[in-house]
């Protein structure tokens, strides 16, 4: 029951308890959950209730791209809202032809055919819908150290630990490659010569999986530690693919949008997915869109043959205006050109606080995109933690560390074993080396937890 009227003003406190209350804290255990009161933002900082400003070091959950309050996309909301706020998707707006364009300019070659969500996850269950429909087959190959998304389809696709609570998956079961981990692989012991061997397992995974209709993979892994795979990595997987008749899908929900350098975190490789998923920076989050877009030859395909999916959020105008602001304003700004020229600065500060906490166990990235990953042990690269630690709700290392950066005035996300820095792609120098230096300070926490 409320403690005010409606005509009173909620303090901060009441603010974060009603939150705690009637809300659900996602992936956690909800004993314990205070959230923090965010009453504003803007450009690369967030403030609390009572006006303590932080770095926002990690964009959010890797997503705001522009940093907060850009007028254009503003004023592209409160303009798309007062022309036309909602029509049933068998309708064409303004807004949806315009942000088509758009696309057709930034996305990879050959990728010219659109579905648009409200998200990643559900991007994610249409991309496996279409899969299904034009290959005439089920299932569908992940990896483990992988995130698709919350909902059945989705959540049976990801390798991490979000999806244990809901196995065993019914119809929808998952079938995992390994991850492409350079740094700590799980397979160099059968394979100590590598030669990327966690590719040529996959192609023994379609040999011996019937009915597989496609392979879902992060170009570049998000959360689960911001792997990058070597050159040779994504052309042999687009030869097996090819080899095999399975469809390759890219998950660019947090990889796409500038934040590697490239519009796409593809356009390293000079990939060609047949399948590309991406929310998030479309909009720099301002508002909830997710796209899947397709090849032509699979828009072909439906020409003839009936598209089975759609919901009413589909193609929602108030979504897709503003996503075309977010790319003018990307392009105005040379955000994306922005992140490839700021790499080697972030790069070369990381590399010096390997060299300096025993801790650190590696430093990895592209564009705006790096991940600081710790150890207990460098020689065995023994973690402080795992996922099983996170899912039984047992202290983790790096949220501690975490914990003591936000005191400090910075917020960076953290998963387990690692940090993510992913700042707005709009930071400037200065801020990276605040954020930097924060996690300086308080790597000494892991420091002295180091085996000798």
């Known amino acids: 029951m409320s403690d005010h009227s409606p005509a009173d003003k909620l303090t901060t406190e009441q603010v974060s308890n009603i939150t705690r209350q009637t809300n659900y804290g996602t992936w956690r255990y909800q004993k314990g959950w205070k959230p923090l009161h965010i009453a504003d933002a803007e450009g690369c900082w967030i403030t609390d209730g009572s006006g303590k400003r932080y770095l926002d070091f990690s964009a959010q959950l890797m997503c705001v791209n522009l940093g907060h309050k850009n007028a254009r996309v503003i004023e592209a909301i409160a303009q798309q809202a007062r022309e036309l706020c909602y029509v049933t998707p068998g309708y064409a707006t303004t807004a949806r032809a315009r942000l088509s364009e758009k696309l057709l300019e930034v996305l990879p070659e050959g990728i010219s055919k659109f579905f648009f969500a409200t998200s990643g996850t559900e991007a994610n269950e249409a991309a496996f819908k279409i899969a299904r429909m ?30 244990w609570a809901m196995e065993p998956a019914g119809k929808m079961p998952g079938i995992f490659a390994p991850e492409v981990n350079c740094y700590d692989c ?51 997987l687009r ?49 909830p869109l997710g796209l899947c877009a397709t090849t032509t030859r699979i828009a072909e395909y439906f020409e003839d043959h009936y598209f089975a999916h759609g919901h009413t959020y589909e193609a929602h105008p108030l979504t897709l205006g503003p996503a075309v602001a977010t790319i003018e304003e990307m392009q105005r700004l040379k955000v994306v050109e922005r992140a490839a020229e700021l790499e080697p600065y972030v790069r070369a500060k990381l590399e010096v606080l390997k060299a300096k906490h025993p801790s650190v166990g590696d430093v990895r990235g592209l564009g705006l995109f790096f991940a600081v990953e710790i150890v207990k042990n460098r020689k065995t690269k023994q973690l402080f933690n795992t996922m099983r630690d996170k899912v039984e709700g047992k202290p983790l290392v790096v949220d501690q560390i975490a914990g003591k950066m936000m005191a400090s005035g910075v917020s960076i996300q953290a998963w387990v074993s690692h940090f993510i820095i992913a700042p707005p792609l709009i930071v400037t120098k200065e801020e990276l080396d605040l954020g930097i230096a924060a996690l300086d300070e308080h790597l000494a926490i892991a420091d002295a937890l180091v085996e000798a």
């Open 186 to 236: 799980p397979i160099k012991h059968t394979y100590p010569s590598c030669n990327i061997a966690c590719a040529d397992y996959l192609e023994h995974m379609i040999r011996n999986e019937s009915d597989v209709a496609a392979v879902i993979v992060e170009p570049v892994v998000g959360t689960n530690g911001v792997l990058v795979p070597p050159p040779e990595y994504f052309p042999r």
């Open 134 to 163: 034009v290959t005439g087959k089920n299932k569908i190959i992940s990896r483990y150290r992988s995130y698709h998304g919350s909902t059945a389809g989705s959540l049976a696709a990801t390798g991490d630990p979000r999806r």
């Open 239 to 287: 030869e097996i693919c090819d080899r095999h008749g399975v469809l390759l899908i890219a998950d660019e929900v947090m990889a796409g949008w500038g934040r590697t350098g490239k519009w796409f975190s593809v356009n390293h490789w000079n990939l060609k997915p047949d399948i590309l998923v991406t929310a998030k920076g479309i909009t720099t989050a301002y508002i």
